[in-house]
């Protein structure tokens, strides 16, 4: 039941306006845990927004530490549309001219056309069809299939490599046979000498497209394959034949990707800076307006020390590179990073090995961007990392302030309404106060009247 308030009838005072001063006297504490709860709100955000630089940079390091993306190799044509051409790691760097002859390709044939496909008026006996080296196969036509349909589904079920069609060519007589061989290096033979009877002549096939190899020549070396898709005619490179066209040839240059190995270094170079300049940013000024509010945290520099230390660190993989300074890298006087673009590539196009080694390692001894990754692995872990263990230690302090506040607020609750009790009281006696006095005044006014009436 709340406490119904008179506003100073009685005495006169603006009881509303002391309680309200007495309670912000009374509620300085929770604005102080307040202000507290908010401070540590701020820093979680921090912290998140640490992770994120952590793990943005952990992404860009991957493309350093990969023996496979440093070795990769770039495969440019002089010319598009006769093939395309991938290749792997263990391609040679060279260049060579290739002429695309022929195209593999399917023996396709056709047979003359009929007014129906369904109708029964074929021949009965056998059909023998042959492809390639392989043994004739014996095709029975009976009175149950002897229509063109029945032909085309006979001719599929006996799987002997050859695949049959019905197509429309849109003329008096349409329905035509085609069939379709399934290896490029076979080419087959339809045998309808064998059918007998019927009103319909026997199909009659005539070759469209015939079985060819694939042909190409690579230095003026003549190589054959039963498919367009050749990854043994040059060690190391898949070709994707497009089209043929004899005596035209195409350089295909296999390199090296330094131009990708460049942007990956960029992209450390980025992803470390990021890392130090928020560190920095940080740490300038404890004061949370200007953007420090980690400025206290010593796990920050811990960080920023162990990502220095990794950046200088020297490592022996028996190469002639130790360091990263060798590459190009130099520290600025802020922490950050520069790149020496043009000592960089001259590095991976000398010696790419010994670069793959100092970044990815030998085997045996870890290279220096492989170290970076299991470091940021390690402080991005979702189970240990640190801004686990921060948000973890934040979430429990906010879980107490926020326990105090409530006790805190039930306290001052329970004070704002003794004082509202206790104000209605002295309003209640004052007024008790003023009745008896008017009271007693009227009496001595009567006693008064009735005196000066006696002297009379």
Do not use: C
């Not at 047979?111 to 080296?133: P, R």
């Not at 060519?169 to 490029?184: A, I, W």
């Not at 064998?194 to 026997?202: C, E, Q, T, V």
């Amino acid at each position: 039941m709340a406490t119904i308030t008179f506003g100073g009838l009685a005495t006169g005072l603006d009881t509303t306006s002391l309680i309200s001063e007495l309670m912000a006297v009374e509620r300085q504490p929770l604005k102080l845990l307040e202000n507290d709860k908010t401070w540590l709100n701020s820093r979680l955000v921090a912290f998140q927004q640490f992770d994120a630089k952590l793990n943005s940079f952990l992404s860009k390091i991957g493309g350093l530490g990969s023996t496979e993306e440093i070795q990769a190799k770039q495969a440019t044509l002089s010319a598009e549309g006769f093939f395309t051409a991938g290749a792997e790691t263990d391609a040679a760097v060279a260049n060579y001219q290739i002429e695309v002859v022929s195209l593999a390709q399917v023996q396709k044939a056709v047979s003359q056309g009929y007014a129906d496909k369904s109708a029964q008026e074929f021949g009965t006996g056998t059909l023998t069809l042959t492809v390639g080296e392989n043994d004739p196969v014996a095709i029975e036509i009976s009175a149950e299939n002897n229509s063109l349909q029945g032909i085309a589904d006979a001719i599929n079920a006996a799987g002997a490599g050859v695949s049959a069609a019905i197509i429309n060519d849109g003329t008096v007589s349409p329905y035509r046979l085609v069939l379709t061989g399934e290896n490029v290096a076979a080419s087959y033979a339809l045998d309808a000498s064998g059918l007998s009877g019927g009103s319909y002549d026997a199909p009659a096939l005539v070759t469209t497209q015939a079985a060819t190899q694939a042909h190409i020549r690579v230095d003026n070396v003549d190589i054959y394959a039963d498919g367009n898709t050749l990854d043994e005619a040059i060690p190391g490179v898949t070709l994707d034949l497009l089209k043929a066209e004899a005596g035209t040839t195409t350089r295909l240059e296999i390199t090296n990707q330094s131009s990708s190995l460049l942007q990956n270094m960029k992209d450390f170079v980025s992803g470390y800076n990021g890392v130090i300049s928020f560190i920095s940013s940080q740490t300038k000024s404890t004061d949370s307006s200007s953007g420090g509010v980690l400025g206290a945290d010593s796990g920050l520099s811990v960080v920023k020390r162990r990502l220095q230390n990794l950046l200088t660190e020297r490592i022996d993989t028996g190469g002639s590179f130790s360091a990263l300074s060798q590459l190009g890298l130099k520290t600025a006087k802020d922490g950050t990073l520069t790149l020496d673009e043009e000592a960089f590539s001259k590095a991976v196009q000398e010696n790419l090995p010994d670069v793959e080694k100092l970044l990815a390692g030998d085997g045996e001894t870890q290279g220096i961007a492989s170290r970076f990754q299991d470091y940021l692995e390690g402080m991005t872990s979702s189970v240990d990392g640190f801004l686990k263990g921060r948000t973890t230690s934040i979430n429990a302090n906010i879980k107490r302030i926020d326990s105090r506040i409530e006790r805190m607020e039930m306290r001052l609750e329970k004070r704002q309404s003794n004082l509202e009790k206790q104000f209605n009281a002295l309003e209640t006696l004052v007024s008790s106060l003023n009745a008896t006095g008017d009271y007693l005044s009227q009496q001595l006014e009567s006693i008064n009247n009735m005196w000066a009436w006696n002297q009379k």
